[in-house]
């Protein structure tokens, strides 16, 4: 089962889909228990393929490390 962009636009916006990179469309994006990818030919979202999919859980491991490192701009305000 293939998503539309579209489709998969509604998931992210409700919180249901979280993409890889936000700000970047599109993305592979976690949905449903799965990555999704959109092929170089830009139609709809697929499932990624398993060798893909493990790539996708490094990558997405890294970000959560870089953005962890990165004081939020909460943590800079001053009381």
Do not use: F
């Not at 889909?17 to 697929?46: C, I, M, N, R």
Request: glycine letters at 6%; proline letters at 10%; hydrophobic letters at 45%.
């Amino acid at each position: 089962m293939n998503l539309s962009i579209e489709q998969m636009n509604i998931h992210r916006n409700a919180g249901a889909a979280q993409p890889l990179l936000v700000g970047y469309d599109p993305a592979p994006v976690h949905h449903a228990g799965q990555w999704w990818v959109v092929p170089t030919d830009g139609s709809d979202y697929q499932p990624a393929g398993l060798q893909v999919a493990a790539a996708l859980d490094v990558l997405a491991q890294r970000v959560a490390a870089a953005q962890s490192a990165v004081p939020s701009p909460d943590q800079d305000a001053e009381p």
